[in-house]
T-cell receptor, first 113, second 115 residues
Framework: AQSVTQLDSQVPVFEEAPVELRCNYSSSVSVYLFWYVQYPNQGLQLLLK??????LVKGINGFEAEFNKSQTSFHLRKPSVHISDTAEYFC???????????FGSGTRLQVQP | DAGVIQSPRHEVTEMGQEVTLRCKPISGHNSLFWYRQTMMRGLELLIYFNNNVPIDDSGMPEDRFSAKMPNASFSTLKIQPSEPRDSAVYFC?????????????FGPGTRLTVT
């Protein structure tokens, strides 16, 4: 079965520190990869996506992610977080030919002053 | 663009009542998705439509749930009869179909509470 694993349910971090949110997926076929952010009481918003090409993808709000095919990972990083980055982050995978997304369980990023 | 519009934003109903959730996708998008979000199960795909046709409804929990898309600008998700375990946030999302490459745009969600 196709699945997406976000290893950390919560990540506390101090403001201006770097952060990495981990995501692994199960796949034996080509995939498209996405990171979404959900602020409290809101819908999900796309941060970045990987379709093909360069394995390092840059997104909005200073976030970036690296696709690693051999490790089936797509970890999200930011070199210096802000209080406003406090939110829930979801990794999602679209398996080639299938329009629907499979989401991970989410990681709650808590940025502390 | 107004984005994906969902109504109502909040719904509180008693067990056994019928609930109808509504969604207006972004104009021009031809794929529409219904998701449910709970603490226990996270984000689950319930059903999705392409060009108004249901493509995959394997995520619909049971016969109490039904979804329709009578035209390109409107979809409904109905629960009849509702049960307390249906309490969740229901999201609608739309995208311009390109075999999964394009991002999905999410609505603000409908928070359903069944007492």
């Amino acid at each position: 079965a196709q699945s997406v694993t976000q290893l950390d349910s919560q990540v506390p971090v101090f403001e201006e520190a770097p952060v990495e949110l981990r995501c692994n997926y199960s796949s034996s076929v080509s995939v498209y990869l996405f990171w979404y952010v959900q602020y409290p009481n809101q819908g999900l918003q796309l941060l970045l996506k990987y379709l093909s090409g360069s394995t390092l993808v840059k997104g909005i709000n200073g976030f970036e992610a690296e696709f690693n095919k051999s490790q089936t990972s797509f970890h999200l990083r930011k070199p210096s977080v802000h209080i406003s980055d406090t939110a829930e982050y979801f990794c999602a995978v679209s398996y080639t030919g299938r329009r629907a997304l499979t989401f991970g369980s989410g990681t709650r990023l808590q940025v502390q002053p | 663009d107004a984005g994906v519009i969902q109504s109502p934003r909040h719904e509180v109903t008693e067990m056994g009542q019928e609930v109808t959730l509504r969604c207006k996708p972004i104009s021009g998008h031809n794929s529409l998705f219904w998701y449910r979000q709970t603490m226990m199960r996270g984000l689950e795909l319930l059903i999705y439509f392409n060009n108004n046709v249901p493509i995959d409804d394997s995520g619909m929990p049971e016969d109490r749930f039904s979804a329709k898309m009578p035209n390109a600008s409107f979809s409904t998700l109905k629960i009849q009869p509702s049960e307390p375990r249906d309490s969740a946030v229901y999201f609608c999302a739309s995208s311009l179909d390109d075999r999964g490459k394009n991002e999905q745009y999410f609505g603000p969600g409908t928070r359903l509470t069944v007492t």
